[in-house]
C-alpha cells in the first residue's frame, strides 16, 4: 500500500514538472566559521575542475579515459545539438578557438538573488555563485535547475512569450520605493521567470558550496575573471574576528590574481565601518584602482548589485543606507 502511494506520489510529482523550492524548508544560521576544517570538494587546480554537472549545456561530461578536463565551445559544432535555443540577446560570435569558462563569481551568494537577475543580462557568461553554507547552496542549485526546466519547457510551446530583461529590471526596482504592507522575507526574492522566455534560459548561472577563503585558486586560473562580486558580507564586528572578513589584504592578493586586467570588484554594503574597512584595504593594495560614480551609471550590472539581492531588497525595505564601491583591477607593472 506504501508503495503503492509512493508510486502515484512520485508520477504526480512528474506530471507537475519543475517546482521551485521555498526557503523555508532551507533555512541556516548566518555565520560559519571560515576557518574550521570542513570536508569540501575541490580540485587539485583549475583544470582538474569538471563543470559538467553544474553547467551541462556547456561542458560535456568527462570519461574515465579521458586524459584532461577540457570544456566544449558554446559556439563549437559538437555542443551545437546540447545548447537550448538562445535568446533575441544572445552573442552571434562564432570564435571556436575559445573554450567555455566560468567569467563572473559572486562570492557569499546567499539565496542567489544577483544571479537570477545577471543570468539574462549576460546570456553568454558563465557565472557561479560561491557560498559555503550547505543549504543555501542547496536552495539555489534546486531553483536554477526548475528555473531551466521552466524554461526549456517553454521552448517546446509555439510562439512563446519573451521577457524585456531591462524593462522587468526597471520595474523590479521601481516596486522597492513602494513595498507591500504584508512583505515577508518569503517573498523579498524575484523567483525567476517561469511563464516567459528569457536570454540564455538560466543555463549560464549555479551555484556551488566552497570556502572561497581557502580554495579561490583552485577554481579559477590566474586572470580567468572579468567580474567579482562581494554583496552584504558578513561584517564580523568584533575586532578579533576581522581576520575572516572576505576583503583583506591576503584576499586581495587572490582576487587581483584571479581577475584579469580591466576586471571588477563590485563590493556594496549596508554597514558603514565595513564599507570603510574595505575601502581602505582597496585603496591601499596596488593592482586596484576605484571607478568613478559617473562610470559606474553606464554599467548595467550596478542595478541588479545595488537591488537584486535579498540582502539588499531587505535594506531598502526597511529604508536603510547602501554603500558602494567598484574597483578595477589594473595591469601589474611585473606582467608588462
Known sequence: ???????????????????????????????????????????????????????????????????????????????????????????????????????????????????????????NTLMVGMEIRTKLVDYLQQRIEALRGFQHDLLKTPSPEWVDVRSKL????????????????????????????????????????INCQKYLPNFFKKGQLSKIFILFADPHFKRRKHKARIISSTMLAEYAYVLRPGGIVYMITDVKDLYDWSVSHLDAFPLFERIDDETLKSDPAIPCVVNSTEEGKKVARNKGSKYLACYRRIEDPADI
Open 1 to 123: 500500500m506504501a508503495a503503492a502511494e509512493d508510486s502515484a506520489n512520485t508520477a504526480q510529482g512528474l506530471q507537475l514538472g519543475p517546482r521551485l523550492p521555498q526557503k523555508r524548508y532551507f533555512r541556516q544560521r548566518a555565520h560559519v566559521n571560515i576557518f574550521n576544517d570542513v570536508p569540501l570538494d575541490y580540485p587539485i587546480s583549475p583544470s582538474e575542475e569538471d563543470w559538467s554537472n553544474l553547467y551541462p549545456a556547456y561542458f560535456r561530461p568527462l570519461t574515465a579515459t579521458e586524459p584532461s578536463k577540457r570544456p566544449l565551445s558554446p559556439s563549437s559544432s559538437a555542443a551545437a545539438d546540447t545548447l537550448p535555443k538562445r535568446g533575441p540577446a544572445a552573442s552571434t560570435a562564432s570564435d571556436d578557438s575559445l573554450s567555455a569558462q566560468v567569467e563572473f563569481a559572486d562570492i557569499g551568494c546567499g539565496y542567489g538573488g544577483l544571479l537570477v537577475a545577471l543570468a539574462p543580462l549576460y546570456p
Open 170 to 209: 526597471s520595474q523590479e526596482i521601481a516596486a522597492l520605493d513602494h513595498p507591500a504592507p504584508s512583505t515577508q522575507d518569503e517573498d523579498l526574492h524575484d523567483n525567476g521567470e517561469t511563464a516567459r522566455l528569457v536570454p540564455g534560459h538560466y543555463d549560464n548561472i549555479a551555484a556551488m558550496r
